[in-house]
């Protein structure tokens, strides 16, 4: 496998082609970003952390019979990848009212939903990531009902496999974003799963283990990474 062009880069990753046409290198880097790249920084070794936390979430979704993008973790910063093309559709699953969300409804941040709901945005930082409803996405030609539906399933399914996972680790699974593309027709789930787009907060504490201790400055950021890697990669 031979590690070709650089063909996109984004907030927290590089992908590179490879003489495979059907895989790319993810490259997780350290820079982080919030607020729609208006806050920047450094987490040190925050990409070597994201690499290895994805790599066993993949691997025990995988397990699970989930169908996702990866194909194996070539080294601290890197990961092999099927090549997708992208659906412009971002899935959010929350389980407890944060953020926006606690915002939106009018709810005190912690508020345990009564049930989990699975929110749709677009995929585009020159609009800010707005909400989509359904209506828009297929007047936009983003998904066929189809893809949605898999994808709107499959998020229900991530949310509930995570969330064991996580709750057997002491780490209460607040909310997350995952994303999908199209490989030869099929949808798979595809990006990072990792303290960048998870809501993770303690169970004992309520203690935030995720990017909110970058976005809010509350320090102790590149800790709260590496307690979750080692949770969930050493447990």
Not at 43 to 69: A, Q
Not at 84 to 107: D, H, P, T, Y
Request: with cysteine.
């Amino acid at each position: 496998m031979e590690k070709r062009d650089k063909i996109y880069e984004g907030k927290a990753k590089i992908l590179y082609t490879t003489d495979n046409p059907d895989q790319v290198i993810q490259y997780f880097k350290d820079e982080a970003t919030a607020f729609d790249g208006k806050k920047k920084g450094i987490i040190p070794s925050k990409g070597i952390m994201n690499n290895r936390i994805s790599e066993r979430l993949f691997r025990m979704l995988m397990d699970h019979g989930i169908d996702t993008h990866f194909v194996e973790r070539l080294n601290d910063r890197e990961m092999l990848c099927k090549r997708l093309n992208i659906i412009k559709v971002e899935m959010i699953g929350r389980n407890v009212a944060a953020g926006s969300l606690a915002k939106r409804i009018g709810q005190d941040e912690g508020t345990v939903l009564s049930r989990p709901i699975v929110e749709t945005y677009y995929k585009s930082d020159a609009l800010g990531d707005p909400m989509l409803c359904d209506e828009h996405i297929f007047m936009l030609n983003l998904a066929t009902p189809e893809q949605l539906h898999t994808m709107r399933e499959t998020t229900r399914k991530v949310n509930g496999l995570l969330t064991a996972f996580f709750a057997e680790r002491g780490i209460r699974l607040v909310d997350f974003k995952v994303e999908y593309g199209l490989y030869h027709g099929r949808v798979l789930l595809g990006d990072e799963i990792c303290p960048d787009t998870c809501r993770l907060w303690d169970m004992a504490t309520n203690e935030k283990m995720d990017k909110d201790r970058f976005r809010r400055d509350l320090g102790g950021i590149e800790e709260a990474y590496a307690e979750v890697a080692r949770r969930i990669c050493e447990a």
